[in-house]
Structures are given as structure tokens and as C-alpha cells.
């Protein structure tokens, strides 16, 4: 899926050496043992560090919100993925959904368990140096984010890729 260069040999954990950048593999990579809360204990996606590892596999264009479709490449495979990746966490771990809202009207999901921040969709602001400050939150109930229509297809669909790439479907 990308070309990946360990920087000095080494792989750092929750990093990658990915077009001549070192960064963070996701926000809240340092508590990734995090184990899933739902009743699918049988599932090769047992801690959120798996759900992250597959999540890179399963994304596609057609997953990523619309006005970011066009731009889409392989290489930033986060990018308009972060309010069905929120559910997805929100799913599978609990916590809370958090949005974040820019001055250009854009949002931003992530997630917020057990008194750390997950955003498995960090990289596609790491790649561009933006910083975000998750402390400007609004947090969302869950049901909101489902309740577009697109959004909820994207799921499905996010789901169903996520399904293949693990094996469980």
C-alpha cells in the first residue's frame, strides 16, 4: 500500500518514514493496546493499534467524504475518512465522538475514550503540518454522524471493505 523507508533501518512504533517524513502513525497511537468493548472477541481486531493497521488497507475514494474524493490518492489514505472512522472507533471501543470546526466551516471527527484522544485519521493532517488543537471540541452524539445519508453509506461501505481486509467476511 505505500512505500515505507525505516528511518536509520528502524521502524519506530506508531511512526512511519513515509515520503521523506517521520510521523505519527495516529493521535492517541501511545494507548493503542486499547482493547474493543463490543462482542466480537473472536475478531483479528482486538486492540485499536489492529482496527488502525486494517483501517489503512480498507480505505478507498469512494470511502472518503465527497468533496474530498477528487483529491484522494493512495498515499494519504486518511484523508475524508474521519466521521466514519469515528464511528467505526465509537463501534467497536465507546467513548465519546468529538468535532472539531475550522474557520472555513470544515469539520473534523475524532475520538475520545477513557480520557485520551484517538484520531486515526491524524496522518492527513501530519502530511500537510497541520496542527490541530483538540481541546476546541464539540462533541457529537453518536447518532448525528449516521444521520446523513452519504455518511452513512461511506460506513457501510468502510465497513464492508474492513470486513474483507480482515477475513471476517
Not at 5 to 31: C, D, R, S
Not at 104 to 133: A, K
Request: aromatic share 14%; net charge positive; with cysteine.
Amino acid at each position: 500500500l505505500f512505500n515505507i523507508e525505516p528511518k536509520n533501518g528502524y521502524i519506530v512504533f506508531g511512526e512511519f518514514w513515509m515520503t521523506g517524513k517521520l510521523f505519527k502513525a495516529f493521535e492517541g497511537h501511545q494507548f493503542g493496546n486499547l482493547k474493543r468493548i463490543d462482542n466480537k472477541k473472536d475478531s483479528k481486531i482486538k486492540t485499536i493499534n489492529d482496527l488502525f493497521e486494517y483501517l489503512m488497507k480498507a480505505h478507498s475514494k469512494d470511502t472518503a467524504h465527497p468533496a474530498c474524493q477528487s483529491s484522494w490518492v493512495k498515499s494519504d489514505p486518511t484523508y475524508g475518512q474521519c466521521a466514519i472512522v469515528s464511528m467505526i472507533v465509537n463501534k467497536m471501543f465507546g467513548g465519546d465522538i468529538r468535532k472539531l470546526k475550522f474557520e472555513d466551516g470544515n469539520t473534523h471527527y475524532f475520538n475520545f475514550i477513557n480520557g485520551h484522544t484517538y484520531d486515526l485519521t491524524s496522518m492527513q493532517f501530519d502530511l500537510y503540518n497541520i496542527e490541530l488543537d483538540y481541546s476546541k471540541f464539540i462533541k457529537v452524539d453518536a447518532s448525528y454522524c449516521g444521520k446523513n445519508q452519504n455518511t452513512m453509506e461511506r460506513y457501510n461501505k468502510l465497513v464492508h471493505n474492513l470486513e474483507k481486509v480482515v477475513g471476517e467476511k
